[in-house]
């Protein structure tokens, strides 16, 4: 979406979207199928610390179960309404609402339909097709910082998407660790909160040439009573693949809420 939709394009989208959710209800029975469809790369060893290059997907997604709260983590997630159990109008996702940043985990494990990576000397971008948003994760040996949002001089602020460093775990997994998330954001779209001292571990394992699978770990005491998985993914390689831009713009979104309104009067 690049530009205002008229009402008539708006509601042709909600069928969309209520249409989309049966398809998707759909496709973990078909994803075997999608999964060897898309094997249109050279196939063969992954390349050792490499994961350049463009990868769609989720080809197949599982969601992790969260475990028991704490009392602050209950009163904040009893305070979130999120779009699949309130509706559009009922929400208050400040993504889905306003657009937002999406911010880290969530844009990890919602509208993945690519990512890609680009390696640098110092660092590995990760890069995001929803809202085209890139992530720098340093791997230069540095620390992750202790002191976000803390009061004294010279802490780092909360990011939307933290800070984070990688380590390569044998030739084929890449091991980023971030903290510093700024507590405005949801770990995922079930609107589970998080604190800013919240510790997210993602694993890319390149087991092959044309395959990454991805799985994201969160550790957060304040909020959570133990550690625990929040998703899985797979993904395929996808040679000289140009991700498209897939954005969430304000003036669409404002005349997407007129349309909803109208609909419930």
């Given at each position: 979406?690049?530009?205002?939709?008229?009402?008539?394009?708006?509601?042709?989208?909600?069928?969309?979207?209520?249409?989309?959710?049966?398809?998707?209800?759909?496709?973990?029975?078909?994803?075997?199928?999608?999964?060897?469809?898309?094997?249109?790369?050279?196939?063969?060893?992954?390349?050792?610390?490499?994961?350049?290059?463009?990868?769609?997907?989720?080809?197949?997604?599982?969601?992790?179960?969260?475990?028991?709260?704490?009392?602050?983590?209950?009163?904040?997630?009893?305070?979130?309404?999120?779009?699949?159990?309130?509706?559009?109008?009922?929400?208050?996702?400040?993504?889905?609402?306003?657009?937002?940043?999406?911010?880290?985990?969530?844009?990890?494990?919602?509208?993945?339909?690519?990512?890609?990576?680009g390696t640098m000397p110092d660092r590995i971008l990760v890069l995001?097709?929803?809202?085209?948003?890139?992530?720098?994760?340093?791997?230069?040996?540095?620390?992750?910082?202790?002191?976000?949002?803390?009061?004294?001089?010279?802490?780092?602020?909360?990011?939307?998407?933290?800070?984070?460093?990688?380590?390569?775990?044998?030739?084929?997994?890449?091991?980023?660790?971030?903290?510093?998330?700024?507590?405005?954001?949801?770990?995922?779209?079930?609107?589970?909160?998080?604190?800013?001292?919240?510790?997210?571990?993602?694993?890319?394992?390149?087991?092959?040439?044309?395959?990454?699978?991805?799985?994201?770990?969160?550790?957060?005491?304040?909020?959570?009573?133990?550690?625990?998985?929040?998703?899985?993914?797979?993904?395929?390689?996808?040679?000289?693949?140009?991700?498209?831009?897939?954005?969430?713009?304000?003036?669409?979104?404002?005349?997407?809420?007129?349309?909803?309104?109208?609909?419930?009067?």
């Amino acid at each position: 979406m690049r530009r205002a939709l008229p009402p008539a394009r708006i509601a042709l989208l909600i069928v969309i979207l209520f249409t989309s959710v049966a398809m998707a209800q759909g496709a973990q029975q078909g994803g075997n199928v999608l999964f060897n469809k898309l094997n249109n790369g050279p196939g063969g060893p992954a390349p050792r610390h490499d994961l350049s290059g463009s990868w769609t997907g989720p080809v197949q997604a599982q969601m992790g179960e969260v475990p028991p709260m704490t009392p602050l983590g209950k009163q904040l997630f009893s305070a979130n309404k999120p779009e699949r159990q309130f509706n559009v109008k009922g929400t208050n996702d400040n993504f889905v609402r306003t657009c937002d940043p999406m911010g880290f985990p969530y844009n990890a494990v919602y509208e993945i339909r690519g990512i890609a990576f680009g390696t640098m000397p110092d660092r590995i971008l990760v890069l995001s097709q929803m809202q085209r948003v890139w992530r720098e994760v340093w791997m230069d040996g540095r620390e992750l910082p202790k002191n976000v949002g803390g009061a004294e001089k010279g802490s780092p602020d909360p990011r939307y998407y933290g800070y984070s460093v990688g380590h390569w775990e044998g030739d084929n997994t890449l091991v980023i660790d971030t903290t510093g998330l700024d507590e405005k954001t949801w770990l995922d779209l079930r609107g589970y909160p998080h604190s800013v001292d919240a510790h997210v571990q993602e694993r890319y394992t390149r087991p092959d040439h044309n395959d990454l699978q991805l799985t994201i770990m969160v550790d957060d005491p304040k909020m959570y009573t133990k550690p625990f998985s929040l998703g899985t993914a797979s993904f395929k390689w996808i040679p000289n693949q140009e991700l498209d831009e897939q954005l969430c713009v304000p003036s669409d979104i404002i005349e997407y809420m007129k349309l909803i309104g109208n609909l419930s009067n």
